[in-house]
């Protein structure tokens, strides 16, 4: 730490720092000179033409949407150790999704870089943990915006929020206040892109949108790298003009947004030389071939639609994620949901101030695993449960009969009501599967489901909701239906939507939805599928 200046002292350090201005190497240059690659040589340009104005980019409000591998966490590196080296003292903080990538990061990545730079090596302070670097009189912070649940309180000169699409977004935008005081208050956001209009995406919709046009060697064409381009028999990128090869080793940005106040860069792996095309061809088709979502994220660096339905990352990320701290993996008087079919999913929550905190996710391979079950009930001090009726509902209903008025079966049927009791079996309740998907929705919308923390269940719990597309379908009489079809496994949104079925039972009023109608529902498992019985 600085010594405490006294305010005579602080005057003139101030005034002689002003009056002395300091020979600052730019980024560029400073790379080339003091930074190395892995196997210790000089950083080049040569495979990454299109990184040289990023690096000479010294705009203060950087936004970069990147596919994966083109370079983008080198340059925040060389971002981060030439600001601390150059600009000392000053604080930089660096943020990524969760404390894991941080440790993977720092170990896998930051303290390999600094090893191998003979320069920034001896500017490394007393200071060196997975959390704090002293730098050249500099202090880095490395920070899990999951994990560290509080934005850190220390004023900042620099920002860097790498997979910021993964991040918790508003310890994000918390961090922005940490600049207020900073003289240089620069920022760099950078990820690889997920849903559009939110996080990355988002930010460089307000951007400059920096594109990357690759440029023919033969006749000098520059263009912006498409999939029609691509020679798949010669594994090469053709000149859409001339059709000759192009090594993509030249080319130039544009603008696209000229004058907007953030500069934003896409990157896209077509047009970086550094990404053979093979390998791209490679996640196009054959064995290994990407779906057409996370070839449009990770190799295109945009973000996709494809198949995501009607609850998507961007709304959970901004809506369901509480500051709170998460009270324990066990409690009481808590909730659970689980789904059936292949394996077993259940959610268990806690309703606080009205909202319905999800506590506790897990997937169970093995659907005959109903001790698993037992246990959670137990662990969780579960007072209302509610279990997926199909495949196997003697199962279900065999489990369902030990808790009596604790647990129940859920059967959708084609009524019309969300939930009612069923009048001659005290273990099922019956509802119908597009109103019972869509109050889970809504909740998830509204910001009335909260999560604790993001983890790989927490991942998995995204992955599934944005599996389920709400449909609207006229018929022939001009009505419209709603359905919710599955464009993949989707297990999860089922466990949390018999979740709140849960709560609604418990702490709703049932009496109020009891079938009136005299003439029984039939049984609905949802689209197509031999359960299905009714068409209106
Ligand atoms: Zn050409």
Redesign the pocket.
């Known amino acids: 730490m600085k010594p405490e200046l006294t305010l005579e002292q602080k005057f003139f350090s101030d005034l002689a720092e002003r009056l002395t201005p300091k020979e600052r190497l730019p980024l560029l240059d400073w790379a080339r000179k003091n930074r190395r690659t892995e196997k210790g040589r000089n950083f080049t340009f040569r495979d990454r033409p299109y990184l040289k104005q990023i690096y000479a980019d010294t705009h203060d409000f950087i936004v970069i949407k990147k596919a994966a591998q083109v370079g983008g966490t080198e340059f925040a590196i060389s971002n981060a150790l030439h600001f601390a080296c150059e600009y000392s003292p000053v604080t930089i903080i660096y943020t990524f999704p969760t404390a894991t990538e941080v440790r993977n990061f720092v170990a896998g990545r930051f303290n390999p870089s600094i090893a191998v730079s003979p320069y920034v090596k001896e500017r490394i302070g007393r200071v060196d943990s997975v959390s704090v670097k002293e730098i050249a009189g500099s202090f880095l912070y490395l920070r899990g915006s999951f994990s560290d649940r509080e934005a850190l309180s220390v004023p900042a000169d620099l920002l860097i929020h790498d997979e910021v699409d993964f991040s918790n977004q508003n310890i994000l935008s918390q961090y922005e206040e940490r600049l207020t005081a900073s003289r240089y208050k620069k920022r760099l956001f950078f990820s690889t892109p997920t849903v559009p209009h939110f996080g990355i995406d988002a930010l460089f919709e307000a951007s400059d949108q920096h594109e990357w046009f690759v440029e ?6 520059g263009f912006l790298p498409q999939l029609e381009q691509i020679d798949k028999d010669k594994a090469m990128l053709r ?6 090869a ?1 090594s993509r080793r030249r080319g130039r940005w544009e603008s696209m947004n000229p004058g907007a106040a953030i500069r934003g860069y896409h990157l896209d792996q077509l047009g970086c030389a550094f990404v053979d095309i093979e390998s791209i061809i490679g996640k196009l088709e054959g064995p290994k071939k990407y779906d057409k979502r996370m070839f449009e994220n990770f190799v295109r660096g945009q973000a996709s639609a494809v198949g995501v339905g009607s609850v998507n990352r961007g709304i959970i990320m901004q809506r369901c994620f509480t500051d709170a701290v998460q009270r324990s993996d066990s409690g009481r008087g808590r909730f659970m949901g689980i789904d059936q079919g292949g394996r077993l999913s259940v959610v268990i929550s806690e309703v606080i101030d009205s909202k319905r905190c999800i506590v506790y996710m897990e997937e169970v391979e093995d659907d005959d695993d109903w001790s698993r079950m037992h246990r959670l009930m137990a662990l969780h001090g579960v007072t209302t449960c509610v279990v997926d009726y199909r495949p196997e509902a003697r199962a279900a209903r065999r489990f369902a009969k030990q808790y009596p008025g604790v647990a129940w079966c859920c059967e959708f049927v084609t009524s019309d009501k969300e939930l009612y009791f069923d009048k001659d079996e005290d273990y099922l309740v019956k509802g119908n599967r597009t109103e019972i998907l869509d109050g889970a929705a809504e909740q998830i919308r509204d910001g009335r489901t909260q999560l604790y923390s993001k983890d790989e269940v927490v991942e998995t719990y995204i992955s599934h909701w944005e599996r389920l597309a709400r449909v609207e379908e006229v018929d022939r009489l001009g009505r419209t239906k709603a359905q919710w079809i599955k464009q993949g496994v989707s297990d999860l949104s089922f466990a949390d939507a018999y979740n709140r079925l849960a709560v609604l039972i418990q702490m709703g009023d049932l009496s109020d939805i009891a079938p009136t109608s005299e003439v029984a529902d039939t049984i609905d498992r949802g689209e197509g599928g031999s359960w299905y019985t009714a068409k209106w």
């Open positions: 023919c060697e033969s006749c000098g064409h000149c859409p003009l001339c059709h000759k192009c």
